[in-house]
């Protein structure tokens, strides 16, 4: 039985250009409609730093502080099969705190997996168009959830990796310490290897279905995991060996899984450098449901989704179908838009919905049919 995962209430202090705001949510579909530069994407993202410590649109945590305010504050309520918790981020002078139920977590690591969340914002094209490290954050994300302990290996592997380039660079030909190095790197790293494919797998399973159902004239996608093959130990081990001249000269280490990679194609052409800005977009977003669909079968729960101004550039064909794929979710939905047209077509749902009005930081239930 797969449990359902809720938020209630967010209380938001201190956030971006929100004023103080208490919010109560439906539990199917919640929609934040307003202009441009209102605050809804600030919403969005204060529910995913109370779920995760962290900020989908910057690494620069104290960005999210509002002008002028010492520090934020963000609690969400959230109903975990019928539990309730309250889980808490506060960020100021003291750096950056969470809590569950009043009680201090020592991990953000470990804080940000109690509730799983999955984020769509427009930035999140660099999926398709991007550089090979998001689809690799993509993997580790899926991996962490479906075998936490490949964040160990993950940790340990870039380690040992480091440790061996800078005994490399220094040019010193410590023949016990790369041996050493090397033997870490050979372990974590094929184990490492293992969860980004199996990871791989896991995504490309879902995502083949998920962009059928959204894509409503049919193209063919072809997902490809490329990962180098590194089952074999010994043959692993010896091409570190081999390779170590030109990792110095090139000072980066050239063969393992930190360069591992998906290849997405439509119609047999690289997705990245031929499909349309639409069909990327939409191929971008199904990677995020399928990224939801996988966590949702690793832990037996359904993640949160967030989408932020999801819809602007789809037409409206596509519009419906993503509208059909979330009326058809267990999960529950937060999603923005600058469009009053959407609300309209969001009513072919018939989902429980509540919709928001944000406006110069105010955020205003408008209405609950
Ligand atoms: N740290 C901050 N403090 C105060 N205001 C901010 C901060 N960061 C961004 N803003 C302002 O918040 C407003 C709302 O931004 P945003 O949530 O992205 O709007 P929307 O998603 O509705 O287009 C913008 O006008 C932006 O300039
Ligand atoms: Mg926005």
């Not at 974590?188 to 894509?215: K, M, P």
């Not at 639409?278 to 449901?289: D, S, T, V, Y």
């Not at 409206?316 to 309209?344: A, N």
Request: glycine share 6%; aromatic share 6%; with cysteine.
């Amino acid at each position: 039985m797969i449990t359902p995962l809720k938020f209630e209430r967010v209380t938001a202090r201190g956030l971006r250009n929100l004023h103080p705001t208490e919010l109560d949510f439906s539990p199917a579909l919640n929609v934040f409609l307003g202009d441009n530069g209102q605050g809804k994407t600030s919403l969005l993202e204060g529910l995913c730093v109370a779920a995760t410590g962290r900020s989908f649109r910057t690494d620069q945590i104290r960005e999210v502080i509002q002008s002028g305010s010492a520090g934020l504050s963000v609690s969400v309520q959230v109903n975990d099969d019928g539990f309730c918790r309250e889980q808490s981020v506060t960020i100021g002078a003291k750096g950056r705190q969470a809590s569950i139920d009043g009680k201090r977590v020592a991990s953000m690591a470990a804080y940000a997996t109690h509730t799983p969340i999955v984020v769509f914002f427009p930035d999140d094209l660099d999926l398709v168009t991007g550089a090979a490290a998001t689809r690799r954050s993509l993997l580790d994300r899926i991996a962490l959830y479906t075998n936490p302990i490949s964040q160990e290996w993950r940790l340990a592997y870039v380690r040992a990796l480091r440790h061996r380039q800078r005994l490399l660079e220094k040019s010193c030909d410590d023949a016990r310490a790369l041996h050493a190095f090397e033997a870490i790197i050979v372990e974590q790293g094929q184990n490492y290897a293992r969860a980004h494919s199996e990871a791989a797998q896991s995504l490309c399973r879902h995502l083949t279905e998920i962009f059928d159902v959204l894509c409503v004239h049919s193209l063919s996608l072809e997902v490809k995991f490329a990962g180098v093959e590194l089952a074999n130990a010994e043959a692993y081990r010896q091409e570190l060996v081999k390779r170590r001249a030109g990792d110095r000269h090139r000072k980066r280490p050239s063969l393992g899984p930190h360069r591992d990679d998906l290849h997405l194609s439509l119609g047999g052409r690289s997705a990245r450098h031929h499909a349309s800005q639409g069909q990327q977009r939409l191929l971008a977003l199904a990677i995020k449901l399928a990224e939801l669909k996988c966590i949702q079968v690793a832990r037996q729960a359904h993640p949160i989704l967030l989408l932020d101004d999801v819809v602007s550039e789809l037409d409206l064909q596509r519009t419906v179908s993503v509208f059909e794929w979330l009326r058809d979710t267990d999960s529950q939905v937060f999603l923005s838009t600058p469009r009053q047209d959407v609300i309209s077509a969001l009513a072919i749902t018939k989902k429980e919905q509540r919709t928001f009005s944000v406006a110069d930081g105010q955020i205003q239930h408008k209405s609950c049919p």
